[in-house]
């Protein structure tokens, strides 16, 4: 899995891993502390980030609607789950955010709206239904209270349905954002090739429907819904952005070996061969994708911040010898931050993490502005290096401004107060001193 390479490091792979725990903890023994730990995994998911929330509203979905309908024999677990959210994820917060930031509305994080909304509901759900022996009228009135305490919270905190990138003002949004691949849409990719957009949903679609078989068919039938509900919510997020093809890749992986499993023991008892093997065919999405590979030819897409260009500008910075030079702050194209802090002992401006925005918006409009003025920005931020490289990002850079520092430093020109200390025999990478105000 790409969020596993060797060196990586994302708040992704830990999502992955907290989202998996949950999942193996609901789905095991109904008991009361199964619930809480899944409780406490999707406490620390949401701490991190909100990636995974629409996976743990479809889990709260299913702990809730189990107990609703067939009541004290999921009472446990769902009541481990309610309290324990109630629980961690505000202890969890409260214990790491500071406290200047508790009215902040977020968009991409736990915030004000997220909390309220997730502490109350769980804890009114935790009081109502503490009793093991309630009716199914009662606990389908419960159901319902509780719904319509959540809805009212949602309308008095409606950051909580807002995009994550809500804060980012229009200008990073349209250079920056709009321009990353994970915030890239299905039909983004369908535009550029056809058959790597139906690559990345077949797999999730096959998937459905063996779960929606395998449901109608008795085969676990309530883990045959809760994964075909994960699979379907990481479909439609993959389709929204590219992004959500991060932590779908947990309820696939769980699903496929679920639906293996399945199709595995109806050959062993003599329901024959063919059912597993179109499973094996059809779960294997590198196939389409190798057709895909042979079939189109792959066009650059000159505007991605992370295009086949940034490869070659990697490739230049660890040819590179930047620790000749005293460490210091070196303001770098987003893409290259991160290699410069694993290659480097210097400190970066930038980060490709749209947290960092306010730095990476300074950075920005340095590198948009003319040199004279560059100069101001890039002293008031005490920065001691620029290093510049031709790629899709920089390349947006120097299409919006054509008196800009970009343009001006991909010409090969050099302003009166950088001197260049550091130029590869080929390639576009330059690594500049800033010279001492005078």
Not at 93 to 103: E, G, I
Request: with cysteine; hydrophobic share 50%.
């Amino acid at each position: 899995m790409a969020e596993f390479i060797p060196g990586r490091i994302d708040h992704h792979g830990l999502q992955v891993v907290l989202l998996a725990a949950s999942l193996a903890a609901i789905t095991g023994e109904e008991r009361v502390w199964n619930g809480i730990i899944a409780a406490f995994a999707a406490s620390a998911s949401l701490v991190i980030g909100l990636e995974a929330a629409p996976y743990y509203v479809v889990i709260a979905l299913w702990l809730v609607g189990r107990w609703a309908l067939n009541g004290a024999r999921h009472h446990s677990m769902m009541l481990g789950f309610a309290g324990g959210m109630a629980f961690f994820l505000a202890a969890m917060y409260l214990s790491t955010v500071p406290p200047s930031d508790w009215a902040r509305a977020t968009y991409d994080e736990a915030g004000r709206g997220h909390l309220s909304i997730i502490v109350c509901t769980a804890a009114v759900l935790t009081v109502l239904a503490s009793k093991a022996d309630l009716s199914t009228p009662t606990r389908l009135k419960i159901l319902v209270f509780v719904s319509a305490v959540g809805a009212a919270l949602v309308l008095t905190f409606p950051e909580v349905v807002r995009p994550p990138y809500n804060e980012v003002d229009p200008l990073m949004q349209r250079l920056w954002i709009d321009n990353i691949i994970e915030t890239k849409s299905f039909a983004d990719v369908w535009n550029t090739s056809p058959f790597e957009a139906i690559a990345g949903i077949q797999t999730p679609i096959f998937l459905i429907l063996a779960l929606a078989i395998l449901a109608f068919s008795g085969t676990k039938k309530d883990l045959s819904i809760l994964l075909a509900l994960l699979v379907i919510v990481g479909l439609g997020l993959r389709i929204w952005q590219y992004r959500g093809g991060a932590i779908a890749s947990v309820s696939l992986i769980i699903a496929s070996g679920w639906v293996l499993a399945a199709a595995w023991k109806k050959w062993r008892e003599g329901g024959g061969v063919i059912p597993f093997a179109m499973s094996l065919v059809l779960l294997n999405g590198s196939i389409l994708t190798s057709v895909a590979m042979i079939k189109e030819r792959k066009t650059e897409t000159a505007k991605l911040a992370d295009n086949a260009k940034d490869t070659s500008c990697e490739k230049q910075l660890a040819a590179a010898s930047l620790n000749t030079f005293p460490a210091g702050l070196v303001l770098a194209p987003i893409g290259l931050s991160g290699p410069i802090l694993v290659r480097s002992h210097h400190s970066v401006v930038t980060a490709s993490n749209h947290r960092n925005y306010e730095p990476n918006r300074k950075a920005f409009l340095a590198f948009l502005a003319e040199p004279d003025s560059a100069r101001r920005q890039i002293s008031a931020l005490k920065i001691d290096y620029v290093l510049f490289c031709r790629n899709g990002e920089t390349g947006i850079l120097v299409d919006e401004a054509r008196n800009g520092l970009a343009n001006v430093l991909s010409r090969g020109e050099t302003p009166d107060w950088l001197t260049l200390v550091q130029r590869p025999k080929i390639g576009t990478l330059r690594f500049y001193r800033v010279k001492p105000a005078r």
